[in-house]
């Protein structure tokens, strides 16, 4: 058993003062039960507790940190702004103009850029800009699809909305409510019955281009040249939400990887390499209309800020230099291999997902595809598993509605022990499953 005497403390502490006791939902262990680790430092492939556990790291901090923690060119970056620039001018930089010429460059359909300091910022921003743009009120999402807390997407989202269970959040609007479509992801039958309903009022259709908040899910790449090409012809904007899969997947993100371009594009976590950066942007004819160039309003006191950028500028300057992309690739094989062959030792037929370094084990036999199908995890069975690779010194998302991120700096010693740990906590609960059922 883990010694978690100071996370305890430190948690009974926080719930005085904090909802939750947390800052976000998904951390609060609620849907695995326990108690929430309370982390004190990270380094590399690995996080240490309050109560000075090791944990080789699978979230990294929800998708930020592709390079590690602590990766020396960003903490070198950061210092370097903090001690001879400053942290925060609330005045045009040079640095922000690079970092925008950097992502347009990375990403070629993002012909225009506006940094804002969150992945939801960058989400409810892009749809507001799609509806000042088009005229029209109505938005698509897909069920299990999550795209930050902005209340016209928390309506079957995902992430911690299904974790805890509340994909339609109090709080929101009806009003907002029934501008929000839902349609199912991997189908456009049921996005073509949706725009054959409301003719000449869907102003755009929001995706995760690979699924990351159901799971790991991606899309097919039929049906998402499907989505482009019914955008086209509808004149809808497509925006794929690259907050996650934005220089994770692909240097280029999931677009380069399908070879789709959407009209406008949402990114974030990695692109902050650890700091508050979200960013939304897209064809010029689009982003023209935003405040101060044209007239659809969008502002935010930290945007862009130097201290933000100087790390986000470190993380992808990294990326695009190194190409670490084809190393990431052989772990994934590795981890993802360790675990089928555990699997197949175990007799277990569980579904495994993996884009890249992103990866999901479902608690569930059926290959999912969608919402419905990632639904049918056995989030009980997750959570024991979660338990059971937590006390073997591997830290997962408290949730089976997640991913594993991992990073360059998770080599062979860490893969190996997670492959093990893997086969060990599987076998304990299905074992113990046996002896019970
Ligand atoms: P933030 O506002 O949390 O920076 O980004 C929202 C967001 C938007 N789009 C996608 C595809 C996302 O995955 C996210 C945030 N992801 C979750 C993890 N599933 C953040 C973790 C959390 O909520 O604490």
């Not at 939304?280 to 950028?309: E, F, H, W």
């Amino acid at each position: 058993m883990l010694n978690q005497t100071k996370s305890r403390a430190l948690f009974e502490r926080a719930k005085q003062v904090i909802p939750g006791g947390v800052n976000s939902p998904v951390r609060a262990f609620k849907s695995v039960g326990g108690t929430p680790v309370f982390m004190q430092k990270g380094d590399g492939a690995y996080l240490i507790d309050a109560d000075g556990n090791r944990y080789i790291d699978y979230i990294g901090s929800w998708g930020p940190f592709i390079l590690g923690h602590n990766h020396p060119a960003v903490v070198e970056a950061i210092e370097h702004t903090l001690h001879h620039i400053g942290t925060s001018f609330g005045a045009p930089t040079e640095l922000e103009v690079e970092f925008a010429e950097l992502i347009s460059s990375l990403m070629p359909s993002m012909q225009m850029v506006r940094l804002v300091s969150s992945g939801t910022e960058a989400t409810m921003s892009a749809i507001r800009v799609a509806r000042g743009f088009t005229g029209r009120e109505k938005i698509i999402k897909f069920e299990g699809c999550y795209h930050g807390h902005g209340d016209s997407f928390l309506i079957k989202a995902g992430s911690g909305a299904l974790t805890l269970g509340a994909p339609d959040s109090p709080g929101v609007t009806k009003g907002t409510a029934q501008d929000t479509l839902n349609a199912t992801f991997n189908d456009i039958e049921s996005v073509r019955k949706l725009v054959r309903e409301n003719p000449d009022q869907i102003a755009a259709i929001i995706i995760e281009p690979i699924g990351g908040n159901m799971g790991v899910v991606p899309a097919r790449q039929d049906f998402l040249q499907d989505l482009r090409d019914l955008c086209t012809t509808e004149n809808i904007v497509l925006i794929f939400d690259e907050v996650m899969t934005g220089f994770r997947v692909a240097l280029g993100g999931a677009q380069s990887l399908y070879g789709v371009t959407p009209d406008m594009t949402t990114i974030g976590k990695i692109l902050g390499g650890g700091l508050p950066v979200g960013a939304y942007g897209g064809r010029k004819d689009i982003m023209s209309r935003v405040a101060p160039a044209g007239d659809i309003y969008q502002a935010g006191t930290l945007s862009g800020n130097p201290l933000a950028v100087s790390a986000g500028l470190a993380t992808l300057k990294f990326l695009r230099d190194h190409n670490p992309y084809p190393d990431l690739e052989a772990k994934g094989k590795m981890l993802e291999e360790g675990f089928r062959e555990n699997l197949n030792k175990l007799d277990l037929n569980l579904c495994l997902k993996r884009v890249g370094s992103m990866m999901c084990l479902f608690m569930t036999e059926q290959d999912v595809v969608d919402f419905k199908t990632a639904t049918s995890s056995d989030t009980k069975k997750y959570a024991a598993y979660f338990h059971a690779m937590l006390e073997r010194g591997i830290y997962l998302a408290p949730a089976q509605y997640e991913a594993m991120f991992f990073s360059i700096k998770h080599g062979d010693a860490e893969l190996e022990k997670t492959i093990q740990a893997n086969y060990d906590a599987l076998q304990a609960i299905y074992q113990r499953a046996a002896l019970t059922s």
